[in-house]
């Protein structure tokens, strides 16, 4: 059986990030939820001072993943 997170996130990967960084990780939980983690290392403080675009890109995400998650 294939772990259903990695179904998840298989499909919420696609949603689109300032400059197709990807600083998100999902960190699965033993309750069956799961923590959104984000990875500093991964931001683009020159081009994106304010974190406005990586801010509007993590509800993106939250979004595509409760997508992903219903269907």
């Known amino acids: 059986m ?3 997170w990695e ?3 298989d499909l919420a990967r696609l949603a689109p990030t300032p400059h197709n960084t990807q600083p998100f990780r999902i960190r699965p ?3 069956g939820g799961a ?3 984000l990875l500093c290392e991964r931001l ?3 081009e994106d ?3 406005a ?3 509007s890109a ?3 995400f939250a979004m595509a993943l409760e997508r992903a998650a219903r269907s």
Do not use: H, S
């Open 29 to 31: 939980r033993a309750d």
């Open 44 to 46: 683009l403080p020159a």
């Open 7 to 9: 179904e998840i996130g």
């Open 49 to 51: 001072p304010g974190n």
């Open 35 to 37: 923590d959104l983690l």
């Open 53 to 55: 675009y990586v801010t």
């Open 58 to 60: 993590c509800g993106i």
């Open 2 to 4: 294939t772990n259903p």
